[in-house]
């Protein structure tokens, strides 16, 4: 019974590249969430998905960055043409419900640099 | 605008001796609150948790106190182990609805041998 699972694990990019961060939620969760940690900060929320459906992206930049939690296959969060401020570790999480009401299931995080 | 404060970044507690970790919250209609656990280059993992119609949660070694009036939950760890070490994250969210998961900056809790 695998956790949360996301790569790639550490992933090195050049300013304006693009990074693709991937995450399959726990088997009979179909609530996504992303969080990023800047270095010495708490875990800042970035979007809420269901399957097909973004249900929260209050916390996501206007610009640059997209996500999708597609019917078939795992969520994806893409960061267009990266700047060095985008260096972090982004968490995604899984729930089997609403996180009002449900804990969250933590992947091991993606370390995105940008040099 | 933080809406939950972990003042204390840090912590040192000799083992066997209790930890205390405190969160203050500002906003009211947080109902649900929970502790997670984060080790280095690792996700963080869900310790306990307690709703507010409750005042304390117990877990084995772990207990959480809410004081809804103050708006302040606290997190006892006893007797402090050294694979306790860790930094502790204090979390609210609004309850049964899709309101997000509000986190703390966190605190690092080192115990002693």
């Known amino acids: 019974n695998a956790g949360v699972m996301q790569n790639p694990r550490h992933l090195v990019r050049r300013r304006g590249q693009e990074a693709r961060l991937r995450c399959s939620p726990m088997?009979?969760?179909?609530?996504v969430y992303w969080y990023r940690q800047l270095p010495e900060e708490g875990l800042k929320f970035m979007v809420y998905?269901?399957?097909?459906?973004?249900?929260?992206e209050s916390g996501m930049p206007k610009e640059r960055f997209s996500a999708e939690f597609p019917k078939e296959g795992p969520s994806i969060l893409r960061i267009q043409q990266v700047v060095r401020g985008d260096s972090a570790a982004y968490f995604c999480a899984s729930s089997i419900g609403p996180s009002g009401a449900n804990v969250l299931t933590f992947g091991a995080g993606s370390r995105l640099t940008v040099l | 605008d933080q809406q939950v404060k972990q003042n204390s970044p840090s912590l040192s507690v000799q083992e066997g001796r209790i930890s205390i970790l405190n969160c203050d919250y500002t906003?009211?209609?947080?109902?649900?609150f929970l502790w997670y656990k984060k080790y280095p280059a690792e996700g963080p993992t869900f310790l306990i948790s307690?709703?507010?119609?409750?005042d304390k949660n117990e877990d084995g070694r772990f207990t959480v106190f809410l004081n809804k009036s103050a708006k302040h939950l606290s997190l006892h760890i006893v007797p402090s182990q050294p694979g306790d070490s860790a930094v502790y994250f204090c979390a609210a969210s609004e309850g049964g609805g899709n309101t997000p998961l509000v986190f703390g900056k966190g605190t690092r809790l080192s115990v002693i041998a």
């Open positions: 906003n009211s209609m947080f109902d649900y």
């Open positions: 088997k009979g969760h179909s609530h």
């Open positions: 998905l269901q399957k097909e459906n973004i249900i929260d």
């Open positions: 307690i709703s507010s119609i409750k």
